[in-house]
């Protein structure tokens, strides 16, 4: 196993829903090369998740939503009360009304087409605002994405034009931060059975295509994910930014 070096390092991460979360899979990945967690998560899902937060080496946790300031204000915070400054930020966050993923996307409506991009594609530029000035040099930002971004994928809709301005966003945040040599980049990952995904109609035809198509001919997991997440959290990836990297064993590269 590679050796990281990320002992003692200190990390936030935003979208933990249950144990199949790609959140939690990176939480883990990094907890256990010695990153202390913050982990924010939403009220209505801390059922799910207390117990996946106490199998974590001493975290701090506390309730918040990326479109509630007051939330936003008392969490970080809390965050530097506990960390002082911090050296990583995972958002992995992305909603949108299951009506908003099927039919025609120029049904979207106007007040549904503006929440999913506050909370799928903005948050990530607000969170990153706030983590900024806490943020140790040579820290490193991550958000997942999707190929919905740049492809149509049936059933994707608003999702997709969300992760199209995640993308974007990543860029242009780039040259924000890196006046401090931090980094930040998205992580595109193939399709995975995940809570969020299961609101996907037709998602098992998408991890067979993925299967049949790809040239690894198989599907990527969480944990994959999480690998990746490691090493752009670590020294290794030092001049990696503004990029977004696939996961998903080759399938991006084809035509067909």
């Given at each position: 196993m590679a050796n990281f070096e990320l002992?003692?390092?200190?990390?936030?991460?935003?979208?933990?829903?249950?144990?199949?979360?790609i959140a939690w899979h990176i939480a883990k990945a990094l907890n256990k090369d010695g990153v202390r967690i913050a982990v924010a998560y939403q009220k209505r899902v801390e059922n799910?998740?207390?117990?996946?937060?106490?199998?974590?080496?001493?975290?701090?946790?506390m309730p918040c939503d990326v479109v509630d300031d007051s939330l936003l204000d008392r969490f970080f915070?809390?965050?530097e009360q506990e960390f002082g400054?911090?050296?990583?930020?995972?958002?992995?966050i992305a909603f949108a009304k299951k009506e908003h993923l099927q039919g025609k996307y120029f049904e979207v409506d106007r007040r549904?087409?503006?929440i999913s991009q506050e909370v799928s594609a903005y948050s990530l530029t607000e969170l990153t605002k706030r983590t900024y000035p806490i943020m140790n040099e040579e820290g490193s930002i991550i958000?997942?994405?999707?190929?919905?971004?740049?492809r149509v994928v049936p059933h994707y809709n608003l999702m997709g034009v969300c992760k199209a301005a995640l993308e974007a966003s990543v860029r242009y945040l780039s040259r924000d931060v890196g006046d401090r040599k931090i980094r930040i980049n998205a992580i595109s990952s193939g399709p995975i059975r995940t809570q969020?995904?299961?609101?996907?109609?037709?998602?098992?035809?998408?991890?067979?295509?993925?299967?049949?198509?790809?040239?690894?001919?198989?599907?990527?997991?969480?944990?994959d994910v999480a690998n990746l997440a490691l090493f752009l959290c670590?020294?290794?990836?030092?001049?990696?930014?503004?990029?977004?990297?696939?996961?998903?064993?080759?399938?991006?590269?084809?035509g067909l």
């Amino acid at each position: 196993m590679a050796n990281f070096e990320l002992k003692g390092k200190k990390a936030i991460i935003f979208g933990i829903a249950d144990e199949q979360s790609i959140a939690w899979h990176i939480a883990k990945a990094l907890n256990k090369d010695g990153v202390r967690i913050a982990v924010a998560y939403q009220k209505r899902v801390e059922n799910s998740i207390r117990p996946l937060i106490e199998l974590l080496d001493d975290p701090v946790s506390m309730p918040c939503d990326v479109v509630d300031d007051s939330l936003l204000d008392r969490f970080f915070e809390k965050v530097e009360q506990e960390f002082g400054n911090v050296d990583f930020l995972v958002h992995s966050i992305a909603f949108a009304k299951k009506e908003h993923l099927q039919g025609k996307y120029f049904e979207v409506d106007r007040r549904g087409y503006q929440i999913s991009q506050e909370v799928s594609a903005y948050s990530l530029t607000e969170l990153t605002k706030r983590t900024y000035p806490i943020m140790n040099e040579e820290g490193s930002i991550i958000t997942i994405s999707y190929i919905g971004s740049i492809r149509v994928v049936p059933h994707y809709n608003l999702m997709g034009v969300c992760k199209a301005a995640l993308e974007a966003s990543v860029r242009y945040l780039s040259r924000d931060v890196g006046d401090r040599k931090i980094r930040i980049n998205a992580i595109s990952s193939g399709p995975i059975r995940t809570q969020a995904a299961s609101g996907i109609t037709g998602l098992e035809k998408l991890l067979d295509h993925q299967i049949k198509v790809a040239p690894l001919h198989r599907l990527n997991t969480a944990d994959d994910v999480a690998n990746l997440a490691l090493f752009l959290c670590s020294n290794f990836s030092r001049n990696i930014t503004g990029q977004v990297i696939y996961v998903d064993a080759g399938y991006n590269n084809m035509g067909l």
